[in-house]
Structures are given as structure tokens and as C-alpha cells.
């Protein structure tokens, strides 16, 4: 198994952190409207 380029290990930390922002907004929307 090669090791993972630097610029991938970047990408997906980058989508993992994107995807944790996206479920955080998420909830907060759903809680909004919950009221």
C-alpha cells in the first residue's frame, strides 16, 4: 500500500472537516425551526 500524498491527506481532512461544518449547520437549522 503506498503511502498517501501530503495533498491527499490534505483533501481529506479538508472534506472531513467540511462535512462535520455541514452536519453542525444542519442541526443548528433544525433546532431553529424546532424552535
Same mark, same amino acid.
Given at each position: 500500500?503506498? +503511502?498517501?500524498?501530503?495533498?491527499? +491527506?490534505? %483533501?481529506?481532512?479538508?472534506? %472531513? !472537516?467540511a462535512a !462535520? %461544518?455541514?452536519r +453542525?449547520?444542519? %442541526? !443548528? !437549522?433544525?433546532?431553529?425551526?424546532d424552535g
Amino acid at each position: 500500500m503506498p +503511502e498517501p500524498s501530503p495533498e491527499f +491527506e490534505e %483533501a481529506i481532512d479538508w472534506s %472531513a !472537516r467540511a462535512a !462535520r %461544518a455541514l452536519r +453542525e449547520v444542519k %442541526a !443548528r !437549522r433544525q433546532e431553529l425551526e424546532d424552535g
